[in-house]
């Protein structure tokens, strides 16, 4: 009998084409199967470092971002009152012209008046250099409402940090111990990585107030009060303290434990004793007599005293050695028990020190010690989110690496490694620049790594040079800025007033935003002369969010498979521990709507302003566009925005003249480059000689710089010294016992802000986004919404139970700045007094080119309309920012609420009004 053939296996395209994933922040590498020159298939590219082919929802559902409906055509001005979503179409031409017209005067008197703020734009390299070519020190990205506090307590403490700056040692790791991750950040390599730990039997231990994704999967869950992050970890370190298990020898050699403290009373006690040529000092073992850290086979002496001076490791011993720091007296705090806390102490003190391994491989270290093998702890740690969105998340995100340091277990086999261009110090970073002249740009980047009062971005009348007060006495050290404080400045006109606000993919007025509903109000609000707060306000995106109301100019921005993108070393790049990595996107389809890639229209405005740097000597454009720009664009002679296929002739690596066939090369190759590090310089990368040369090679850094892991942070005790009353600089008197408590040179731990209304609202209130969502597009696409297209307030048993709570039921949940009314479901594994959703599921009405009656617009909900920007304690007259104090990330998770049981209902509320379309509804991709 004659069978019918069937095609088991169609093909899916005519041509495929490869780049890079847009749809988190992994970067992950992709295949893009074209049919008839549309995109018909996304999988992922298995020749790829980052993903090894894996991809998750996000990256395969790429292809509906490329025929959303909610894509915006047409550069759009503004024509009615904002928020009415009343807009002209026009051209380029006028828009870019309208929008000249708006900066050029603000350039020419006063700068500052431009604010420039991007969401995750994932090309920061080219929008800072932009911002300090135009000369406003206005300019931040998304990163203090993201992970700040990760990153300044990673780059103070070990000089890089968790999730991009590096990784844990997937192959050799026995422990591993995630603390407050989120799902949606690094999601492909983590699984990677768990499924490789889990394959060979290692342990997972998960420590996080909510049981899902991760932390479902893991051996051990501690479900942990939020905010508490840090008192558990320092219980730890009580704990190895206690028992004796601390790796001493990695802590005499690598870290600045064993360096000497000046113990005199006055304006330099707690600062490093240094010699006459300002070298921090140590006492070396073999002589007992003071040395400099970095002098050639100097034994440093952890526990000795000079003149009165202790060490670093002295002063530790002290302090966590303390009965505050005892798992008993930190237990019911936590929300863990005693017995649980030392158990897991045992556990790490075991697998460190019983099962060390070591690598048969020589290395020379900074002082010329040659060592012959590589021995390491088998221990290692992931961080996220979770850690850092408190008002305490600093100084638990440093006690994190304190725990990591003690271990021995940071760039060593097993541990936590990190990733180029990282390590490098707080030192090696710029400081931050900040003083606008009309005219000029900028002396230097705006963005960078304090190291003491002198450097904060002050006016000569002490008040904040920026206007979302990054890097003042509020919040010295807050290397990302202040993103959620830009609107609920400008428009208090604190420190000052701004004309135009420049914003993009930055959705401010719906979940990228605390106290989301008056910051609406904030956008449209006007003065007693009838002209709104802010004046102008522009923006670009490549969908109709919830921010497109309400600007007067809206420039469209592509879709990724529509544009050049480069991820860079010089930003946010691709690395892996052993190699430096970099990758491209590039236009795998055009776009069928006038739209513009945002970087190369950023170029095209640089160059009608006529900024340095953006114009050859005869005026015109220095740069075709933004493909141009990452071909022939050099910070530094011979090093540009890619390491790959660099000089004329595509040989160099690293550092080289401009090739002009360069992007072709990257396509060539799946749109990725690695440079390799040498076996030699695999680990102990801030100390090896080996790596500190390579680095050099490649131009990560000009110099070889090792450096100490900073257990002691003298930045931070600058701060506290000022604080205290020593040296010119002074805070203003109502931030002083703040400035005492947060700068604090060792990692501590105290209460995160809202403890006060704790008896009021006893509940603490989480968001995190889930693995299939990362932007807040995500739940505009089509295929991602039949995988979470609503959202629960999640309750614990003991609430849900205690309230007679039923399926179908709604709550109401009050904070001090507010009440919402939301749909709720019963969860177990969760903290006890704890409750939880996932972030930017709910949309505003017609928001996104979605039907009226979605569910995540009728349905869905936001925590942000309780969160407020400011601290709810404001009784000396001061607005303080809901943030922590050392960085200014945004305290999201420091939210307290009540929760109230109201039965069913078929809508949350609060239910604005929906937005006026601003693209026609239901038109779709031609």
């Given at each position: 009998?004659?069978?019918?053939?069937?095609?088991?296996?169609?093909?899916?395209?005519?041509?495929?084409?490869?780049?890079?994933?847009?749809?988190?922040?992994?970067?992950?590498?992709?295949?893009?199967?074209?049919k008839?020159?549309?995109?018909?298939?996304?999988?992922?590219?298995?020749?790829?470092?980052?993903?090894?082919?894996?991809?998750?929802?996000?990256?395969?559902?790429g292809?509906?971002?490329?025929?959303?409906?909610?894509?915006?055509?047409?550069?759009l001005?503004?024509?009615?009152?904002?928020?009415?979503?009343?807009f002209?179409?026009?051209?380029?031409?006028?828009?870019?012209?309208?929008?000249?017209?708006?900066?050029?005067?603000?350039?020419?008197?006063?700068p500052?008046k431009?604010?420039?703020?991007?969401?995750?734009?994932?090309?920061?390299?080219?929008t800072?250099?932009w911002a300090?070519?135009f000369?406003?020190?206005?300019?931040?990205?998304?990163?203090?409402?993201?992970?700040?506090?990760m990153a300044?307590?990673?780059?103070?403490t070990?000089?890089?940090?968790?999730?991009?700056?590096?990784?844990?040692?997937?192959?050799?790791t026995?422990?591993?111990?995630?603390?407050?991750?989120?799902?949606?950040?690094?999601?492909?390599?983590i699984?990677?990585?768990l499924?490789?730990?889990?394959?060979?039997?290692?342990r997972?231990?998960?420590?996080n107030?909510i049981?899902?994704?991760?932390?479902?999967?893991?051996?051990?869950?501690?479900?942990?009060?939020?905010?508490?992050?840090?008192?558990?970890?320092?219980?730890?370190?009580?704990?190895?303290?206690e028992?004796?298990?601390?790796?001493?020898?990695?802590?005499?050699?690598?870290?600045?434990?064993?360096?000497?403290?000046?113990?005199?009373?006055?304006?330099?006690?707690?600062?490093?004793?240094?010699?006459?040529?300002?070298?921090?000092?140590?006492?070396?073992?073999?002589?007992?007599?003071?040395?400099?850290?970095?002098?050639?086979?100097?034994?440093?002496?952890?526990?000795?005293?000079?003149?009165?001076?202790?060490t670093?490791?002295?002063?530790?011993?002290?302090?966590?050695?303390?009965?505050?720091?005892a798992?008993?007296?930190?237990?019911?705090?936590?929300?863990?028990?005693?017995?649980?806390?030392?158990?897991?102490?045992?556990?790490?003190?075991?697998?460190?020190?019983?099962?060390?391994?070591?690598?048969?491989?020589?290395?020379?270290?900074?002082?010329?010690?040659?060592?012959?093998?590589?021995?390491?702890?088998?221990?290692?740690f992931?961080?996220?989110?979770?850690?850092?969105?408190?008002?305490?998340?600093?100084?638990?995100?440093?006690?994190?690496?304190?725990?990591?340091?003690?271990?021995?277990a940071?760039?060593?086999?097993?541990?936590?490694?990190?990733?180029?261009?990282?390590?490098?110090?707080?030192?090696?970073?710029?400081?931050?620049?900040?003083?606008?002249?009309?005219?000029?740009?900028l002396?230097g980047?705006?963005?960078?790594?304090?190291?003491?009062?002198?450097?904060?971005?002050?006016?000569?009348?002490?008040?904040?040079?920026r206007?979302?007060?990054?890097?003042?006495?509020?919040?010295?050290?807050?290397?990302?800025?202040?993103?959620?404080?830009?609107?609920a400045?400008?428009?208090?006109?604190?420190?000052?007033?701004?004309?135009?606000?420049?914003?993009?993919?930055a959705?401010?007025?719906w979940?990228?935003?605390?106290n989301t509903?008056?910051?609406?109000?904030?956008?449209?609000?006007?003065?007693?002369?009838?002209?709104?707060?802010?004046?102008?306000?522009?923006?670009s995106?490549?969908?109709?969010?919830?921010?497109?109301?309400?600007?007067?100019?809206?420039l469209?921005d592509?879709?990724?498979?529509?544009?050049h993108?480069?991820?860079?070393?010089?930003?946010?790049?691709?690395?892996?521990?052993?190699?430096?990595?970099?990758?491209i996107?590039?236009?795998?389809?055009?776009?069928?709507?006038?739209?513009r890639?945002?970087q190369?229209?950023?170029?095209?405005?640089?160059?009608?302003?006529?900024?340095?740097?953006?114009?050859a000597?005869?005026?015109s454009?220095?740069?075709r566009?933004y493909?141009?720009?990452?071909?022939?664009?050099?910070?530094r002679?011979?090093?540009?925005?890619?390491?790959?296929?660099?000089?004329?002739?595509?040989?160099?690596?690293?550092?080289g003249?401009?090739?002009?066939?360069?992007?072709?090369?990257?396509?060539?190759?799946?749109?990725?480059?690695?440079?390799?590090?040498?076996?030699?310089?695999?680990?102990?990368?801030?100390w090896?000689?080996?790596?500190?040369?390579w680095?050099?090679?490649?131009?990560?850094?000009?110099?070889?710089?090792?450096?100490?892991?900073?257990?002691?942070?003298?930045?931070?005790?600058?701060?506290?010294?000022?604080?205290?009353?020593?040296?010119?600089?002074?805070?203003?008197?109502?931030?002083?016992?703040q400035l005492?408590?947060?700068?604090?040179?060792l990692?501590?731990?105290?209460?995160?802000?809202?403890?006060?209304?704790?008896?009021?609202?006893?509940?603490?209130?989480?968001?995190?986004?889930?693995?299939?969502?990362?932007?807040?597009?995500?739940?505009?696409?089509?295929?991602?919404?039949?995988?979470?297209g609503?959202?629960?307030?999640?309750?614990?048993?003991?609430?849900?139970?205690?309230?007679?709570?039923?399926?179908?039921?709604?709550?109401?949940?009050?904070?001090?700045?507010?009440?919402?009314?939301?749909?709720v479901?019963?969860?177990p594994?969760l903290?006890?007094?704890?409750?939880?959703?996932?972030?930017?599921?709910?949309?505003?009405?017609?928001?996104?080119?979605l039907?009226?009656?979605?569910?995540?617009?009728?349905?869905?909900?936001?925590?942000?309309?309780?969160?407020?920007?400011?601290?709810t304690?404001?009784?000396d007259?001061?607005?303080r920012t809901?943030?922590?104090?050392?960085?200014?990330?945004?305290?999201?998770?420091d939210l307290?609420?009540?929760?109230?049981?109201v039965?069913?209902?078929?809508?949350?509320?609060p239910?604005?009004p929906?937005?006026?379309?601003?693209?026609?509804?239901?038109?779709?991709?031609?």
């Amino acid at each position: 009998m004659n069978q019918p053939s069937i095609a088991t296996s169609p093909a899916v395209s005519d041509e495929m084409r490869q780049t890079t994933c847009y749809m988190c922040a992994c970067r992950c590498g992709i295949n893009v199967h074209l049919k008839s020159g549309r995109v018909s298939y996304i999988e992922g590219n298995r020749n790829h470092p980052v993903n090894r082919g894996v991809l998750c929802a996000k990256g395969a559902s790429g292809i509906m971002q490329v025929t959303a409906p909610s894509r915006l055509r047409n550069p759009l001005r503004r024509v009615g009152p904002r928020g009415s979503g009343a807009f002209e179409e026009i051209s380029w031409d006028e828009a870019l012209n309208l929008a000249v017209s708006w900066m050029k005067p603000l350039r020419e008197t006063a700068p500052e008046k431009l604010a420039f703020f991007t969401g995750r734009d994932q090309s920061q390299a080219l929008t800072s250099w932009w911002a300090q070519a135009f000369g406003t020190p206005n300019y931040a990205a998304h990163g203090g409402f993201c992970s700040v506090n990760m990153a300044a307590g990673g780059i103070y403490t070990i000089g890089g940090a968790f999730w991009e700056f590096g990784q844990p040692d997937w192959e050799r790791t026995k422990l591993f111990v995630l603390f407050g991750v989120a799902e949606d950040h690094d999601s492909n390599p983590i699984k990677i990585g768990l499924g490789k730990l889990k394959s060979r039997g290692a342990r997972v231990v998960g420590v996080n107030p909510i049981r899902s994704g991760y932390n479902a999967i893991a051996d051990d869950w501690f479900g942990i009060t939020p905010g508490t992050d840090g008192l558990l970890i320092l219980a730890l370190v009580h704990c190895l303290f206690e028992a004796g298990k601390i790796d001493l020898d990695y802590l005499a050699r690598f870290t600045n434990a064993p360096l000497l403290l000046d113990a005199t009373e006055g304006p330099g006690k707690g600062l490093f004793l240094r010699n006459a040529d300002g070298a921090p000092l140590v006492i070396d073992r073999k002589s007992g007599a003071p040395a400099p850290w970095n002098g050639q086979g100097v034994e440093p002496d952890l526990g000795a005293t000079w003149q009165g001076a202790r060490t670093v490791f002295q002063h530790m011993a002290e302090r966590y050695l303390s009965p505050e720091y005892a798992p008993e007296a930190v237990a019911d705090r936590c929300g863990i028990a005693a017995g649980r806390i030392r158990a897991l102490a045992a556990e790490l003190a075991r697998v460190a020190f019983d099962e060390a391994i070591e690598i048969a491989q020589p290395w020379t270290d900074f002082r010329g010690v040659r060592h012959q093998k590589m021995p390491g702890r088998p221990v290692s740690f992931h961080a996220m989110r979770g850690i850092s969105a408190h008002s305490n998340g600093f100084q638990t995100a440093r006690a994190l690496h304190l725990l990591q340091i003690i271990l021995g277990a940071v760039e060593t086999p097993g541990g936590y490694r990190l990733k180029p261009p990282y390590p490098k110090p707080a030192e090696a970073h710029p400081v931050p620049h900040f003083m606008a002249e009309p005219g000029k740009p900028l002396g230097g980047p705006h963005l960078g790594y304090v190291r003491s009062p002198e450097q904060l971005a002050l006016k000569p009348d002490g008040t904040p040079a920026r206007i979302d007060k990054a890097f003042s006495w509020e919040n010295p050290l807050s290397a990302h800025g202040l993103m959620h404080m830009v609107i609920a400045n400008a428009h208090a006109g604190d420190p000052y007033r701004i004309d135009t606000l420049f914003l993009y993919m930055a959705n401010m007025a719906w979940n990228s935003s605390m106290n989301t509903a008056r910051v609406m109000e904030m956008l449209t609000d006007t003065g007693a002369d009838g002209e709104y707060v802010i004046p102008r306000i522009i923006y670009s995106d490549a969908y109709a969010s919830e921010m497109v109301a309400y600007a007067d100019l809206i420039l469209p921005d592509t879709t990724y498979l529509e544009r050049h993108d480069c991820i860079s070393l010089l930003d946010r790049p691709i690395s892996e521990p052993d190699a430096a990595g970099d990758s491209i996107r590039w236009p795998v389809i055009e776009p069928d709507r006038d739209v513009r890639g945002f970087q190369s229209v950023l170029l095209d405005l640089g160059a009608r302003l006529a900024l340095p740097g953006m114009v050859a000597e005869d005026g015109s454009p220095k740069y075709r566009d933004y493909a141009d720009y990452i071909v022939n664009h050099q910070r530094r002679p011979g090093v540009g925005s890619l390491i790959g296929w660099r000089g004329a002739d595509g040989t160099k690596e690293g550092r080289g003249e401009p090739n002009p066939d360069q992007l072709a090369r990257y396509i060539e190759n799946g749109s990725f480059y690695q440079a390799h590090i040498p076996e030699e310089a695999q680990f102990y990368k801030p100390w090896n000689a080996a790596y500190q040369d390579w680095a050099v090679k490649i131009g990560l850094y000009d110099t070889p710089q090792p450096y100490l892991f900073a257990l002691w942070s003298e930045p931070l005790r600058r701060f506290q010294l000022a604080a205290e009353g020593h040296g010119a600089a002074q805070p203003p008197e109502h931030l002083r016992a703040q400035l005492q408590l947060a700068m604090d040179p060792l990692p501590i731990w105290y209460a995160p802000f809202g403890e006060a209304e704790a008896a009021e609202y006893p509940v603490h209130a989480l968001t995190q986004r889930p693995m299939d969502m990362y932007h807040s597009w995500g739940s505009q696409n089509a295929w991602l919404r039949q995988i979470r297209g609503r959202n629960f307030l999640y309750l614990p048993t003991k609430i849900w139970a205690a309230q007679g709570f039923c399926e179908g039921d709604y709550a109401r949940v009050t904070s001090p700045n507010g009440a919402i009314l939301v749909p709720v479901a019963h969860m177990p594994a969760l903290n006890e007094n704890t409750v939880w959703t996932w972030n930017a599921i709910g949309k505003r009405k017609a928001a996104w080119a979605l039907d009226d009656a979605a569910s995540e617009a009728k349905e869905g909900f936001l925590l942000n309309h309780l969160i407020s920007e400011l601290q709810t304690e404001q009784t000396d007259g001061h607005r303080r920012t809901n943030s922590d104090p050392v960085t200014g990330q945004a305290a999201w998770f420091d939210l307290r609420v009540r929760i109230e049981r109201v039965g069913p209902r078929d809508h949350a509320e609060p239910a604005f009004p929906p937005l006026p379309r601003v693209v026609p509804k239901g038109r779709t991709r031609a």
